[in-house]
């Protein structure tokens, strides 16, 4: 998961997208170093002490019931897209990106190709 996230951010910097994310760990010294050896480059809220798991204020506020859970939301801040991954993320944020004039610059081919995983 976190490749492709990666490549997303890569390939469309500079355009109206962002990823954000929100982590369950209870430890959050330990959350740091992941952030850090995973090489996250978006922002990414702690959801606080109350997990790990979907207890605690953002998982709670956004009715998440598991992770990862994915929202992705339109320029006007409607959740139009939830759970999507790999492929079907793509094409969200690209008729996203459309709707708003902005084209998506072509995958790259290793992105292409697949998500590895973490």
Same mark, same amino acid.
Request: hydrophobic share 35%; net charge neutral; no cysteine.
């Given at each position: 998961? %976190? ?7 890569? +390939? !469309? ?6 990823? !954000?994310?929100? $982590?369950? /760990?209870?430890? +959050?010294?330990? !959350? @740091? ?5 995973? $090489?996250? =480059? ?12 979907? @207890? ?6 956004? $009715? ?6 994915? %929202? ?7 959740? +139009? %897209? ?6 079907? *993320? /793509? =094409?969200?944020?690209?008729? *996203? *990106?459309?709707?708003?004039?902005? @084209? ?13 995983? *973490?």
């Amino acid at each position: 998961m %976190y490749p492709h996230e990666r490549s997303l951010v890569k +390939r !469309l910097a500079g355009l109206p997208f962002a990823i !954000l994310g929100v $982590n369950s /760990d209870r430890d +959050r010294e330990a !959350l @740091k170093k992941t952030l850090v050896d995973k $090489n996250l =480059t978006w922002r990414s809220w702690w959801n606080g002490p109350e997990g790990p798991g979907t @207890k605690g204020g953002i998982a709670e506020q956004w $009715n998440v019931k598991g992770w990862p859970t994915t %929202y992705v939301i339109d320029a006007k801040g409607i959740i +139009r %897209y939830k759970n999507v991954r790999g492929e079907a *993320l /793509d =094409t969200a944020i690209e008729t *996203l *990106l459309a709707e708003v004039g902005v @084209k998506a610059p072509p995958k790259a081919a290793e992105e292409s190709e697949g998500d590895p995983g *973490l």
